[in-house]
Each structure stands twice: as structure tokens, then as C-alpha cells.
């Protein structure tokens, strides 16, 4: 295929030259294989072709082996693709010449369980990291950790104390931070509520979705389809090392028996709406959040004369 120097856009399985300088990501019948030649050859990614916009929120999910997390890897190229192409922006990523180092500013990964990689002595220390390294001067590099710290809401008076003295989903918005510092225009997050209390995952998940609303480009990885469902507004299910499915929340969970056949579930709001809806209730069958049940449920409620 000759991409003639322009950007290639997705649509409906067909790709199309596109001159308008639409910007994104472009995943072109990517696969890899780990142990390639070898008696342990396992290939984790099988073909996949995606297209992420600017400025989406994806939910990516998929069981333990589904492909999820090596495929987010790809996105700022800590792993190379065995087969295919991936651009970012328009420019191929494998394409000789191509700043590896500069799209790793760009695309921002954070692993699960980030605060793990906390080593500095102090909080504002560890933030100035990322901005260091990336060649600016210690004027800027301190104003761009301070504005990471700020858009994670931490209070200031955390600052200048050791990192590991905080708490757990305090260290997880540290290392967030560090990785805002270099300003990311996708941020990538592998498990972000892992290990956190409920009030924890809340206020990480809120933290992602105003980063989303602030204009980041957000690729969430998470086995929970709680969390998935009440964030996100596209759901892309792998399995196998393939894309399973892609849609809109509602368009996955609607697919209750594919997701158990391949591990996963709806969310438990979802299923009450099904069941409610076997047993005769005229209600929707996608609905994803307790605030969207509710609203179903008060309609219902006076469909049949309730107060």
C-alpha cells in the first residue's frame, strides 16, 4: 500500500487518503509476535486495525492474555510491531528517521501499580523528572511540575515531602503527574484504579476524565466494567490478541453472552436492567450507569400511574 506521504483514515474497514491534516492515531493490520522463530513463538497481537481520533476517551478491555496491555506498548513504541504499520499524526513511527524519542513525550504510558517507579526524595523532584530529560531549563521544568500538580489536584503542602509518605492513590496521582510534566497528547493508563480503595478509584477516574474533557486523548486499560462504562465513550473488547469488538458503551454491553463467553461481563447495572426486562418491564437493555437506570426505571414507574 503507498501512503504518497499523507495521512490514511479509517472508515468501515476501508482505508482512505485523507489531506486535510486530520490528526490521530492509525493502527494499519498491526500483529506481534513474541519468540518469533522459536519453540515458544505466541503471537499476543493477530492483525489489528484501529483508528483513535484526537481528543477520544477509549476503554480498552479484555481478559488476562487478551493482548491489551502489549498493544498499548505499541502506541509510543516501547514494542515494535512484527507485522503492519502504525502512525501517529500522519507519520509512520517505523518509518526510517523517525523521532521515537519525541513521540514518547507525546504519548504518555502509565503502567499499572506507576507509584512503584517513584524514586526521588521529594514529590516536586520526582515530577521534574520528566521535563528535565526532555532538555528544558530549570525555570520551565519547575512552572511544568507545578502545573502537573495542580491539574492532579494534589494540595501543595505535599510538595516538598517524600513521596513515600503519601498514600496510596496520593502516590498514583505523583506518578500521573510525572508523566502530565511532559505533556502528553494521549495519555495512556494500564489499570489506574488497580489496588485502590473505592473512594481512591473515584478520584483517579475523575482526575482522567478531566484531563479527557481538557482536550487529552486518553486510552484507559481496566478489567472492570464499572469503571469503563461510567468514563468512557467507546469500548474497544480484545480477545485472543484480536479486537473483539468496538463501540459505544451501550453497543458492547448490549453483547452480554459474547463478553461471558470470552471472560467478561457487563456491568452490574447493565445486567439488573436485563433481567428486569426478561421479566416483562419495558426498559432498555443498554444501559450502562445507575443515574441511566434510575432515569429508566422513574419512566417506567410512571408509565404505570407511580407517583
Known amino acids: ?159 516538598f515531602s517524600s513521596p513515600f509518605e503519601l498514600s496510596g492513590g496520593q502516590k498514583r496521582c505523583v506518578a500521573i503527574a510525572g508523566v502530565l510534566a511532559m505533556k502528553p497528547e494521549v495519555l495512556v493508563l494500564d489499570e489506574p484504579t488497580a489496588g485502590l480503595d473505592p473512594q481512591g478509584r473515584k478520584e483517579i477516574l475523575t482526575l482522567i476524565r478531566e484531563l479527557n474533557h481538557a482536550g487529552t486523548t486518553v486510552i484507559l486499560i481496566s478489567h472492570s466494567m464499572e ?8 469500548i474497544v473488547v480484545m480477545n485472543h490478541g484480536r479486537v473483539l469488538m468496538d463501540g459505544t458503551p451501550g453497543e458492547v454491553f448490549r453483547r452480554s453472552e459474547e463478553l461471558e463467553e470470552v471472560g467478561l461481563s457487563a456491568p452490574r447495572v447493565t445486567r439488573v436492567m436485563k433481567k428486569l426486562k426478561e421479566q416483562g418491564f419495558p426498559l432498555r437493555e443498554d444501559v450502562t450507569t445507575t443515574e441511566e437506570a434510575a432515569r429508566e426505571i422513574l419512566k417506567v414507574r410512571q408509565l404505570f400511574g407511580g407517583v
Open 227 to 234: 469503571d469503563v462504562a461510567d468514563f468512557v465513550g467507546r
Open 1 to 159: 500500500m503507498s501512503w504518497c506521504g499523507s495521512f490514511a483514515l479509517w472508515r468501515g474497514g476501508e482505508y482512505k487518503d485523507n489531506r486535510d491534516g486530520q490528526m490521530g492515531i492509525i493502527i494499519n493490520h498491526l500483529s506481534y509476535v513474541y519468540g518469533a522463530n522459536t519453540s515458544y513463538e505466541i503471537r499476543a497481537l493477530d492483525d489489528i486495525s484501529l483508528k483513535i481520533e484526537d481528543g477520544e476517551f477509549i476503554g480498552l478491555i479484555g481478559h488476562t492474555g487478551s493482548g491489551k496491555s502489549t498493544l498499548a506498548q505499541h502506541l509510543n513504541g516501547l514494542l515494535k510491531a512484527t507485522e503492519g504499520e502504525l502512525f501517529f499524526n500522519g507519520e509512520n513511527i517505523y518509518e526510517k528517521g523517525f523521532d521515537m524519542r519525541a513521540l514518547r513525550f507525546k504519548v504518555g504510558l502509565v503502567f499499572q501499580y506507576p507509584e512503584h517507579q517513584l524514586f526521588e526524595e521529594t514529590v516536586f523532584k520526582d515530577v521534574c523528572f520528566g521535563p528535565k530529560n526532555k532538555g528544558l531549563g530549570k525555570k520551565e521544568t519547575d512552572l511544568t511540575a507545578f502545573d502537573a500538580l495542580q491539574k492532579v489536584h494534589l494540595p501543595e503542602k505535599y510538595y
